[in-house]
């Protein structure tokens, strides 16, 4: 059973076919030693109770055996329905017709182990004597070949580490910190003058900061997961459905542990949790619940413990905190005279209370919460910069590849008044434009400024070109490692960000300064929540970086060239509403004449 298991989640992992060696192994050999072991451990059990039960007369052996069977339902039905996920961990990310199938396959073997059992023991009731010398061989068959299973997996075990992992003594470890809802705006190295960051700007000048790093989805679940897949969201498929992500994605973590580093995050759970398909490829995954916990100090603890007991080994650390994210609960930066009806924290009750529509915050109660914020991003800074600080000293970051980064930022009163505070719910650029920044001395020029917008999508592909790995083919974000070893921007490319959390569904494409939004069907409802839409909107971001000033009325022709590659995409991804709605009578002629022209609505 555990052999069959390790051979399902190689294959579902696809780990074969993306060359990781060291890692179909590292999956193969615990569940088979696990498998082995409670095999060996219930083969005995059940031939030690059924022999007592058979000297014990026939009533006993009866009663014996319909116990067993009882139990064996009893497992069967635990395993099919309320503890699915924990004893089929693998089952909610394949596809339905094949867990089942598996399922009654190992159905199948356990019960069908069982009957041999039942009739073996029978046989010899019926015939204790002429069947005792054929029965003793089969014990004795079934015994070795277990012992032989466990030693077989204990040795591979052993053989493990004698695997090549491709790993250099010399590779730095990489620390990747996300820092949930912080907008770009709010650092310092980015232009914000209320001194918020000032240790991570800090920390920014000793590496590479980029002044437009794009997020490819407004919220946390699909932005994580781009991030460490380097694909878009339609493309890695965890959206709003929250379906986790497919453990065929090979993840950043997975190419550092095929890599050979060890892997840890410490995180705040939520939307970044394991149950969702981010765990992949994390050897420890810790999720904390910051609210309970009162503040991200125990994750960085921990990850602070962990970092110091791995020693020279090189290692992959993803820490995230929801700090910045509501409640807000720190107002050092608010100006008490402005709280109005409000208070610090400003949490749960009160976001949904303004989306409710119950709560109209007036504009110093919003200028309040926005200070709320503000004193969240520091005290982020405080902590967060606290423990780089501590690596700092201890020789750890100066010898670490460091990235800092959020999965997206905040409306505060930006764009929307019933969503804000709040995010994902759309893909303006409060919501998309985060921080990014890389510091390691000796592989990234100290001081560098990159000013061509770039996605998360490209931060995989540089952390594994930083730590000398090899590139992965599927990744479509590219490495920014040249530009941030010479300085040099890089090319401008087309930038992209969808999947909403909240709301109809957006695409965005950004090129240069230009960006253009469409909405495929500006009617949808997401979650229980839909709100009117443009169905296209394109800003010129340099002169309209707040994005109050549609240009859709006179297409420059460069968006016109945007907005046919983006509603290619959306044909791609979104066909069955865009069929539905594209035609649809809410449309204005203008954009539907417009699209006429481009082949999209006939
Ligand atoms: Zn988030």
Not at 482 to 502: H, M, T, W
Request: include cysteine; proline fraction near 7%.
């Amino acid at each position: 059973m555990g052999t069959l298991m390790a051979g399902w989640a190689i294959y579902l992992s696809r780990d074969l076919p993306h060359g990781m060696l060291h890692l179909a192994a590292g999956r193969f050999i615990p569940l088979a030693l696990v498998g082995a072991v409670l095999g060996a451990a219930a083969s005995f059990l059940i031939a030690l109770l059924l022999s007592r039960l058979l000297r014990a007369g026939r009533r006993w052996w009866l009663g014996g055996m319909a116990l067993l069977v009882l139990c064996y339902a009893t497992a069967l039905g635990l395993a099919a329905v309320p503890l699915r996920p924990v004893l089929f961990p693998l089952h909610m990310f394949s596809p339905k017709p094949l867990s089942i199938g598996l399922f009654l396959v190992l159905a199948g073997i356990l019960g069908g182990l069982l009957l041999a059992r039942f009739l073996d023991t029978r046989a010899g009731q019926a015939d204790p004597a002429g069947g005792a010398r054929i029965r003793s061989r089969r014990p004795a068959v079934a015994a070795w070949s277990g012992a032989a299973l466990v030693v077989l997996t204990a040795s591979s075990v052993l053989a493990l580490s004698w695997i090549p992992a491709g790993r250099s003594p010399k590779s730095p470890p990489v620390i990747l910190v996300s820092l949930d809802t912080l907008r770009a705006d709010r650092m310092g190295i980015l232009g914000n003058t209320r001194g918020l960051t000032p240790m991570l700007d800090s920390l920014a000048r000793d590496g590479a900061a980029f002044d437009h790093a794009e997020s490819a989805a407004p919220w946390t679940l699909p932005s994580h997961a781009s991030l460490f897949s380097s694909r878009l969201p339609y493309d890695h498929g965890t959206r709003w459905e929250h379906r986790p992500l497919h453990p065929a994605i090979a993840t950043l973590a997975e190419h550092f542990r095929e890599a050979g580093y060890r892997t840890a995050s410490f995180n705040g759970g939520g939307y970044v949790s394991a149950a969702l398909g981010l765990g992949q490829g994390f050897e420890i995954y810790e999720e904390h619940d910051e609210v309970r916990e009162g503040g991200p100090k125990p994750i960085l603890a921990a990850a602070l413990e962990w970092i110091r007991s791995v020693g020279d080994v090189p290692f992959f650390i993803f820490i995230h905190t929801y700090e910045v994210h509501s409640p807000y609960s720190h107002d050092e930066h608010a100006d008490a005279g402005d709280a109005g009806r409000l208070s610090c924290p400003f949490g749960f009750k009160e976001v949904t209370a303004v989306q409710n529509g119950t709560l109209t915050l007036t504009t110093s109660e919003r200028r309040y919460v926005s200070g709320l914020y503000d004193s969240d991003v520091a005290y982020t800074d405080q902590v967060v910069g606290g423990l780089l600080e501590t690596l700092r000293r201890d020789g750890i970051l100066d010898r670490a590849i460091l990235v800092v980064t959020s999965d997206h930022g905040e409306d505060l009163w930006d764009h929307s008044s019933l969503r804000s505070p709040g995010h994902g719910h759309s893909l303006y650029e409060e919501l998309l434009h985060v921080p990014l920044f890389f510091r390691a001395p000796g592989l990234v020029r100290a001081g560098g400024r990159i000013g061509t917008p770039v996605s998360l999508l490209d931060v995989a592909p540089t952390l594994l070109a930083l730590a000398g790995l090899p590139p992965d083919r599927d990744h479509r974000g590219r490495s920014l490692e040249r530009a941030l070893r010479d300085g040099k921007e890089p090319d401008a490319v087309p930038i992209q960000a969808e999947s909403i959390e909240y709301g109809p569904g957006r695409f965005s494409l950004r090129q240069g300064d230009l960006k253009v939004i469409v909405a495929p069907a500006p009617d949808q409802v997401n979650a229980g929540i839909g709100f009117p839409v443009e169905p296209v909107e394109v800003f010129d971001l340099r002169a309209d970086p707040r994005e109050e000033h549609d240009l859709s009325g006179r297409m420059p022709p460069q968006a016109t060239e945007m907005l046919r590659s983006l509603l290619e995409r959306v044909g791609r991804v979104f066909e069955p509403l865009r069929e539905k709605h594209l035609d649809d009578e809410r449309i204005p002629e203008r954009l539907r004449e417009q699209l006429r022209s481009l082949g999209y609505v006939h």
